[in-house]
């Protein structure tokens, strides 16, 4: 079993940052690939960043990229999303994702586990 639990969400002005953490507990060893999405109201889910399990391969999705960036801590079962730079349209529920795989890519149906989500809101 693996629990992923996201902090360090909040109300933000834009222009501001914000750092996203996901710990994860439980059969860590399962929690390779990781990622994090996002999904706004009515819109589908999309992968803003992922990681491989040695964090040398990364992938941002356009909108975020020089403005967001993805680390871990595999001491600490631990994946981090630094978020820079914040814009009203980044505005979501951020959710952690991991999957046993040591490289997952983009798609949300290819992550076995997910965090809760923890909701970002950026005011203009």
């Known amino acids: 079993q693996v629990q992923l639990v996201e902090s360090g969400g909040g109300l933000v002005q834009a222009g501001g940052s914000l750092r996203l953490s996901c710990a994860a507990a439980g059969r860590t060893f399962a929690t390779n690939a990781m990622a994090w999405f996002r999904q706004a109201p009515g819109k589908d889910r999309e992968c803003v960043a992922a990681t491989s399990w040695s964090g040398a391969r990364t992938y941002y999705t356009d909108s975020v990229k020089g403005r967001f960036t993805i680390s871990r801590d595999n001491a600490k079962n631990t994946v981090y999303l630094q978020m820079n730079r914040l814009k009203p349209e980044d505005t979501a529920a951020y959710y952690c994702?991991?999957?046993?795989?040591?490289?997952?890519?983009?798609?949300?149906?290819?992550?076995?586990?997910w965090g809760q989500g923890t909701q970002v809101t950026v005011s203009s």
């Open positions: 994702a991991a999957d046993r795989r040591p490289w997952s890519g983009v798609a949300p149906d290819a992550y076995e586990y």
